[in-house]
Structures are given as structure tokens and as C-alpha cells.
């Protein structure tokens, strides 16, 4: 398997993102997608890591499917809250058992209702200098190109980012809709003096309540434009088809703009993410 930046050091990479499944139904789903999008041959696949870590177990398990059935890198996600020293560097160890050598560092969220618990850690970056003294793997990060729901402004925000970037080997971003935000945000970065690879994710907008939640827990902008075309749309055949013309066409403005690649998030549906890789140059062979 492959280290994520040699990947990102031959050119424009393609990535899927997917979670741990809650039930049977979920898990067939889950291997009917991994089996198409496998196909498109993406550089690498990420596993997210349920709020407060309620997907632990299961995070890990889908990261060795992903591996050892369908011949894809995977990388696991990671998040700190609620999580003592000793359990993070018990599943760093879990994971260098299993040969990984990428992992997404997040700060993470609790599950809705529950208070913060101890922990050991109260930052990505914090958690990306406690992997670093016990592993020489990849490290990813979380980017917000239209700032983190949390900032208190727009500078503090870029300060703390451009912070936490520039302890990592690459980036990840949040879903957004216009280019600009990435190439803004790209731009500031550089002007701080922070290189690090970003890769934009593409969220294919099919489900206007489902986009309307996430954008207002990533602090993104749905365009009113996009959600009434959504809305007036008369199929879930047609709005798919709005969702993969849309991420297409972002994702190609990405592309011009120099993005080191593309991160797909699925909601682990293969259709959409498979039509908007196909028209983006990743064909299924």
C-alpha cells in the first residue's frame, strides 16, 4: 500500500469517503458501493470515526475490508474528545498492527446529549504531535475553507487553521459549492507561509434537507440558487442528476485551480459518486 502524499506527488488523486454502517441493511449497502467505487481505482478510501468515537470498533474493521478485500488504501479517521492518552495511543497501536501508514486527526464532536468527558487532547493538532511521537505515517487534517462553525472571526479562524495545517502532511476539506471559497482559503494559507497539500471534498448535492442540515452544522453555504433548482425538481432521478452535474462542475473548476485532488463524500451511496469520478476522468475499468 501507498503513503497518501507519494500519491498526491504523481498527480491529481481521486478518494472516497464512507462510515461504519449502524445495521445489516447499511452493511450490504456498504459492499454493494466499496465493489462499484473500487472500480474508479481511487488512490484511497476514508472510514470516519462516530462522535465521542461511538464507531471505534467498527472504523477499524471497515478500514481492513476496504484493505484486504477490495485492494484500496483506507484511511481511518481519528478523533480526540473523550479519549484519555492511553486509548489513543492503544488504537494508534491497533492500527500500526494492521500496517496503516495514513490517518485523518480530527478534534471530533461528542454524541448529541452528552457532556465532554476527561481527555487528553483538545485539538487536532495536539492529537497530529501525539501520533508523530510514535509513528513516522501520513497525517491528515480537517480544513474549513468557509471558516469553522466554532471561530469567533474570520482572522482567528485563519490563524488556528493555518496552525493546524501546517503540522500535517495534507488537508481535507469540508463540502462547499464555489470555488472561490477553496481558492481563497488556498490563497491566505500560502500567504502565511503554509504549503500543505489541501484536497477539496465534493458533497453531490441530492437531498436538500440532508445538505440543509450539514451546511448549517459546517457553517457552509447552500446557494439558494442550487436549493431552489433542488426543490423543483419532480424525481430523485432528476435531483441526482442536478447533484452530479453540480460537483462535476465544481469539481472541475477545482481541478484548474491546481487541487492536488478530490475527496468524494458518498453518505455510502455509489451511484452519484460514481457518475461525477467517471466524468472527472476516473472511469470504472
Request: net charge negative; charged share 20%; aromatic share 8%.
Amino acid at each position: 500500500m501507498t503513503r497518501i502524499t507519494q500519491q498526491l506527488g504523481a498527480g491529481p488523486t481521486l478518494s472516497f469517503e464512507f462510515s461504519a454502517p449502524r445495521d445489516q441493511v447499511g452493511v450490504d449497502r456498504l459492499r454493494q458501493t466499496l465493489a462499484l467505487l473500487s472500480r474508479h481505482h481511487p488512490q484511497f478510501m476514508s472510514v470516519t470515526y462516530g462522535a465521542g468515537g461511538t464507531t471505534r470498533g467498527p472504523t477499524r474493521d471497515w478500514v481492513r475490508t476496504i484493505r484486504r478485500e477490495f485492494r484500496v488504501e483506507a484511511m481511518p479517521h481519528l478523533t480526540c474528545v473523550s479519549h484519555t492518552r492511553e486509548e489513543v495511543a492503544g488504537i494508534i497501536e491497533e492500527y500500526r498492527a494492521d500496517g496503516i501508514e495514513n490517518i485523518l486527526a480530527l478534534r471530533g464532536d461528542l454524541p448529541q446529549g452528552v457532556e465532554a468527558a476527561s481527555q487528553a487532547f483538545d485539538t487536532a493538532a495536539e492529537l497530529t504531535a501525539f501520533i508523530r511521537e510514535r509513528t513516522d505515517w501520513d497525517i491528515g487534517v480537517a480544513a474549513h475553507p468557509e471558516g469553522h462553525p466554532l471561530a469567533v472571526s474570520r482572522e482567528a479562524d485563519l490563524v488556528h487553521q493555518s496552525r493546524k495545517l501546517s503540522t500535517a502532511d495534507f488537508a481535507l476539506t469540508q463540502f462547499f459549492y464555489r470555488a472561490e471559497f477553496y481558492e481563497a482559503f488556498v490563497s491566505e494559507l500560502c500567504s502565511r507561509g503554509v504549503d500543505t497539500p489541501v484536497i477539496p471534498g465534493l458533497m453531490p448535492p441530492t437531498n436538500v434537507a440532508g445538505i440543509e442540515r450539514m451546511s448549517a452544522l459546517n457553517n457552509s453555504e447552500f446557494p439558494t440558487d442550487l436549493r431552489k433548482r433542488l426543490s423543483a425538481a419532480e424525481s430523485a432521478a432528476e435531483r441526482r442528476q442536478i447533484g452530479v452535474d453540480v460537483a462535476v462542475s465544481l469539481g472541475r473548476q477545482l481541478l484548474e485551480l491546481g487541487a492536488p485532488g478530490l475527496h468524494i463524500y458518498t453518505m455510502n451511496y455509489a451511484r452519484a459518486a460514481s457518475e461525477v469520478a467517471t466524468a472527472l476522468g476516473w472511469p470504472i475499468s
